[in-house]
């Protein structure tokens, strides 16, 4: 029995490891659009707020398969209106064209072309 729990642990570890080596950080994202868009230091501070109550949010959702997935979506489309709200025109042009990107090379993804 204690063998057992023992492995479940490891793999559960191994998987949650695997799990946050797929998704950047929010300070890994908000580095990236400071890069992208020039952002100043006062709005990077505040993507970073905002990307850190999203991730917060999304941590707590309990419901799975499409309706997690409608959760998710409702929570990233706040998030990206609530960081449109702190943008110049300039920086808004360029934050839509990341968000226009094909699904794993946008908002989330590193841009490897960059």
Do not use: C, W, Y
């Not at 707590?60 to 702190?86: E, F, L, P």
């Not at 300039?90 to 072309?113: H, S, V, Y």
């Amino acid at each position: 029995m204690k063998n057992l729990l023992v492995a479940i642990v490891i793999v559960f570890s191994i998987t949650a490891l695997a799990a946050a080596q797929n998704m950047p950080s929010v300070q890994d994202r908000v580095e990236r659009l400071k890069n992208r868009l020039s952002l100043t230091a006062q709005q990077a501070t505040q993507v970073n707020s905002i990307l850190t109550a999203a991730q917060d949010s999304a941590r707590t959702i309990t419901v799975t398969g499409s309706d997690r997935r409608k959760a998710m979506r409702q929570i990233m489309t706040k998030a990206h209106s609530d960081i449109m709200k702190i943008l110049t025109d300039t920086q808004k042009a360029e934050f839509e064209k990341i968000l226009a990107q094909p699904r794993g090379r946008g908002f989330n993804r590193p841009n490897r072309n960059n």
